[in-house]
């Protein structure tokens, strides 16, 4: 049993945005409708009891704790606090962290005192240009959002704040261009970005793509949209004459490409470690899997009855960490199957009793083996390049070579 080292509570179930491409509102499952607004501090109380009890269970001195939403600052600077303190004085150490659409930092600014106080990490929603992000991601009246997020971001990244500033995360957008979006992203001089693609399943497909679940690994003649937009984001990135950040996605999967391990759940094959609690307590597997049908991250337990050792031993969670050999027939037949990973969890969902459930390829299949197969290109060039200016060394054996010489 691999345990659980990351812990997602979702401490506002309610958001101040009305977001088009939104997982939780807009996806299948609709249960925060039946879920308190707020996570409420005895459930917080016993949330952080049984993070302390799993923790001791397993020796871990620290674990993550990522608060969210819904957009978690709606719970306001006093409730944060008291929530923080609960879960500061449990027991493990705790390494605290909150993804924001960022408004509230400029309605509220006593939330940054308490962000401060407990060292919280915070990344904040901004998908790229003026115009791309005001596209989907709009306040309730249905005006864009850019404006305030900006603001929001511009006071993160400002010496006073700077040090609680994590990065950036953005939604791939087609419609948009990649470098644009990049560049508009770096003038925020974010630590990090992380490009995120649109949560779909092979039943809601995103935007621009057509395709029927594959019944071999990807051949290279496939349209892959996605893959290519990724593709110029990369370039830009990587050819930079300097580092101007770091990019997730591209920093996991050339880790992968060189042999090493990847901390995501969205490539690789590291068995998953995080687990979440909703507002009204009840465990539950990651959010994303609501995109794929109602009720699809449930496990029928909750932080009142039953302790993380039980939601660690749950069929769900295990299906999910036995690497390779949880992948399906055509997944696991893949030569890039240990950097892939299969793709996010959520997104090889296909309906249907005959050949339904996950044991399918990503809906982004054959956009991840365009990425991957190009990326492999370019770093094998690039230690190409090293090795000859260094003439006799070794770099395949100094750690520099390629895992997967066949991509």
């Not at 261009?177 to 949560?199: C, I, K, N, Q, S």
């Not at 609690?277 to 449930?298: H, P, R």
Request: hydrophobic share 45%.
């Amino acid at each position: 049993m691999v345990p659980f080292r990351q812990f997602l509570l979702k401490i506002h179930s309610r958001c101040n945005l009305a977001c088009d491409y939104c997982y939780m509102y807009e996806g299948a499952d609709q249960s925060w409708r039946d879920r308190p607004r707020r996570m409420e501090l005895p459930t917080v109380r016993r949330t952080a009891r049984r993070i302390a009890e799993h923790a001791a269970e397993h020796g871990l001195d620290e674990v993550s704790v990522v608060l969210h939403g819904g957009e978690p600052l709606l719970v306001g600077a006093g409730d944060l606090d008291a929530l923080l303190g609960e879960l500061a004085s449990a027991g493990p150490r705790m390494r605290f962290s909150l993804q924001t659409n960022g408004l509230r930092l400029l309605d509220e600014p006593a939330l940054l005192d308490v962000l401060h106080r407990y060292r919280v990490a915070v990344g904040v929603s901004l998908d790229g240009t003026r115009a791309d992000h005001d596209r989907h991601r709009l306040l309730p009246s249905g005006a864009g959002s850019w404006a305030r997020t900006a603001e929001a971001v511009r006071l993160l990244g400002s010496p006073e704040h700077r040090q609680l500033f994590a990065g950036l995360l953005c939604v791939v957008d087609l419609a948009a261009d990649p470098v644009a979006t990049y560049e508009a992203l770096l003038e925020f001089a974010p630590p990090r970005l992380d490009l995120l693609l649109p949560h779909a399943t092979w039943e809601t497909p995103p935007a621009g793509v057509r395709r029927s679940v594959p019944l071999s690994p990807p051949s290279g003649e496939e349209a892959a949209p996605y893959g290519e937009w990724l593709i110029a984001a990369f370039d830009r990135w990587y050819d930079a004459p300097r580092r101007e950040t770091g990019v997730r996605l591209f920093e996991e999967l050339a880790v992968l490409l060189l042999g090493g391990r990847a901390a995501s759940e969205a490539v690789g094959l590291a068995p998953v470690d995080l687990v979440v609690v909703e507002a009204d307590g009840t465990i539950e597997q990651a959010d994303s899997l609501k995109v794929a049908f109602d009720g699809a991250a449930g496990t029928g337990l909750d932080v009142w009855r039953h302790g993380f050792a039980e939601a660690a031993a749950h069929p769900a969670f295990r299906a999910r960490q036995r690497g390779l050999g949880g992948l399906g027939p055509v997944c696991a037949a893949c030569p890039l199957a240990r950097v892939c990973g299969g793709g996010l969890y959520a997104h090889r969902y296909r309906a249907g009793g005959d050949g339904g459930g996950f044991a399918h390829p990503s809906v982004y299949c054959a956009d991840l083996d365009r990425l991957i197969r190009h990326m492999a290109g370019r770093l094998r060039a690039g230690l190409a390049g090293l090795a000859g200016l260094a003439g006799s060394v070794d770099v395949a054996r100094a750690g520099g070579g390629l895992a997967h010489p066949s991509v």
